[in-house]
């Protein structure tokens, strides 16, 4: 088991007015870090949408900064599962500056849903199967989420 890493340089469009890496940027990193995650698993979500007509739908998101971040500097994105449902998953991120030090962690809760009817999609053993390398259960996940 190894969690998914990505690298983002940091550009101009990355800052806010403040100076350093806006609060968008984080979301759009987890976004980016999220899909290279099922794609790297082998569960592309454009198959999944369009042969299976299954959709995935984020639910919650959290992010608690750490160590501000500024233009020029790379970042290194760290992205594993850590708690599987029968349909539902919760993803933690960890962003790192170039010296290694923890910039911001974390996590989204997302589902998969039938496209036509927007119900629950509950993942098959072998789709769990491939998201396996990518999971580390957490002893304990803040506000727990229900069974799906």
């Known amino acids: 088991m190894q969690p998914l890493v990505l690298s983002f340089e940091i550009h101009t469009f990355d800052i806010d007015f403040s100076g350093h ?3 968008i940027t984080y979301i759009r990193w987890m ?3 999220r899909l290279k995650l099922v794609e790297a698993a ?10 299976r007509g299954v959709i995935p739908v984020l639910m919650e998101t959290q992010i608690s900064y750490k160590k501000a971040l500024y233009f020029g500097e790379t970042v290194r994105a760290e992205a594993r599962i850590i ?3 029968p349909a539902s998953a919760w993803v933690e991120y960890r962003f790192f500056n170039g010296n ?8 989204q809760k997302g589902i998969y849903l039938h496209k036509e009817t927007l119900r629950p999609y509950r993942m098959t053993a ?11 259960p957490a002893a304990s996940v803040e506000s727990s989420p229900s069974a799906i």
Request: proline share 3%.
């Open 83 to 85: 708690e599987l449902k």
């Open 21 to 23: 890496v806006s609060n």
């Open 42 to 51: 082998g569960l592309s979500v454009r198959e999944m949408a369009d042969r």
């Open 100 to 107: 290694g030090d923890l910039a911001a962690v974390g996590r």
């Open 126 to 136: 072998e789709d769990r199967a491939l998201l396996t390398p990518f999971y580390f």
């Open 31 to 33: 976004e980016v870090t």
